[in-house]
T-cell receptor
């Protein structure tokens, strides 16, 4: 079974600093990888995804992630944090078994942005 | 352009009461999912459905039942609520054969069982 590990349940950065949220996965097949963001008291929305092709993926709000197969990683970055980036971030990998598809989720990383 | 709609948004139940949470999607998605979200535990899959009339158990199905009588609706039932079911519940949907598309989520239902 596939799994997703997000290193660091809480990350705190200063406004304007680099954001780096780590995600490692285990998968026996080429994966589809996702980052979702959850703002306070809201549902999850897709931030970006890797399917095939270019390993550097750009998403909304200036975020990007790089798929590194050799490291089984899909870390999320943003060059300059903004106060509005404070949220919970979830990494996920897509799994299909017997025709049923599911997303396997990491436990999430809460990002705090300090003024 | 509603996407996934969950009702109600908030609910307080007494232990032993029953209730049904409704999820409705207007994207003609085949797959629908119910999750619960608890602090430090991420998203845990309760039940899911791969099409109208089908349901399957997820990671934490005990104490919950589901039905998918219509393609656009996925109902989550609690027959006898317990304080351990206090949580935020999210519904999500996904398109058939589109593993790469991810899910669309509802805005959640915050349930408190006292």
């Amino acid at each position: 079974a596939q799994s997703v590990t997000q290193l660091g349940s809480h990350v705190s950065v200063s406004e304007g600093a680099l954001v780096l949220l780590r995600c490692n996965y285990s998968s026996s097949v080429p994966p589809y990888l996702f980052w979702y963001v959850q703002y306070p008291n809201q549902g999850l929305q897709l931030l970006l995804k890797y399917t095939t092709g270019a390993t550097l993926v750009k998403g909304i709000n200036g975020f990007e992630a790089e798929f590194k197969k050799s490291e089984t990683s899909f870390h999320l970055t943003k060059p300059s944090a903004h106060m509005s980036d404070a949220a919970e971030y979830f990494c996920a990998v897509s799994e299909e078994s017997l025709g049923n598809r599911k997303l396997i989720w990491g436990l999430g990383t809460s990002l705090a942005v300090n003024p | 352009n509603a996407g996934v709609t969950q009702t109600p948004k908030f609910r307080v139940l007494k232990t032993g009461q029953s209730m049904t949470l409704l999820c409705a999607q207007d994207m003609n998605h085949e797959y629908m999912y119910w999750y619960r979200q608890d602090p430090g535990m991420g998203l845990r899959l309760i039940h899911y459905s791969v099409g109208e009339g089908t349901t399957a158990k997820g990671e934490v199905p005990d104490g919950y039942n589901v039905s998918r009588l219509k393609k656009q609706n996925f109902l989550l039932g609690l027959e006898s609520a317990a304080p351990s079911q206090t949580s935020v519940y999210f519904c999500a949907s996904g398109a058939l054969g589109q593993l790469s598309y991810g899910y669309t989520f509802g805005s959640g239902t915050r349930l408190t069982v006292v």
